[in-house]
C-alpha cells in the first residue's frame, strides 16, 4: 500500500491552474487528473512540490516559467508555407503537425496570410506564472505497464482523458 507520493506512484489530482488570477484548467474529485510520478507528466516545479504528500494533502503552489513550461522563445515562431497547412485553419486554432523525423508536435496558429502560415511551437503556458491549487485524491502502484509506458491508464499526451473502451 502506497501512503505518500514518491517515484512509480500513481497520484490522482482535483486542482484548479491560474494565470494572472485566471483560472485556465481545473480537474474536480469527480473528473480528477492522474499522473505518474517521476515520470515528468507534469510540469516539473509542480511534482518536485507533490513528493512525500498524502491522500488528504492540499497545497498551493506557484511556480515560475522555469519550473512550469519553460520561458517563452520568440525563436520558436515560425512562418511556412500556406500549402503546408490544411485550409480550414483560423488565427487561435491548434494544430498537430509532423516533423522531417515522423515526430509529432502542437503549434498554434498566430497569423494567416494568402502565401504563409505563422506558427507558434511554444507550449501555450510557456512564459508564464502558475498558480495551482491541489488536492491529492488518491495513490496507488503504478503496474509494471504504466511505469514502461511512462504514463497512467486513462492519460494521454494531450493531458486528456480518454475512454480505454473506446481504444480497444
Known sequence: MVDKIQDGVVVTLAYTLSVEGQIVDEAT??????????????????????AGKKVGDRVSVTLQPSEGYGDYNPQEVQRVPRSDIPDDVEVGMSVLMED?????????????????????????????????????????EAEEEELAAGIPYGYDDDDDYYDDEDDN
Open 29 to 50: 474529485p469527480d473528473e480528477p487528473f492522474d499522473y505518474l510520478h517521476g515520470a515528468q507528466n507534469i510540469p516539473p516545479g509542480l511534482e518536485s512540490k507533490l
Open 100 to 140: 522531417e523525423e515522423g515526430y509529432l508536435f502542437e503549434a498554434q496558429i498566430k497569423e494567416v496570410t494568402a502565401d504563409t502560415v505563422v506558427l507558434d511551437l511554444n507550449h501555450e503556458l510557456a512564459g508564464k506564472v502558475l498558480t495551482y491549487d491541489v488536492e491529492v485524491v488518491d495513490l496507488r
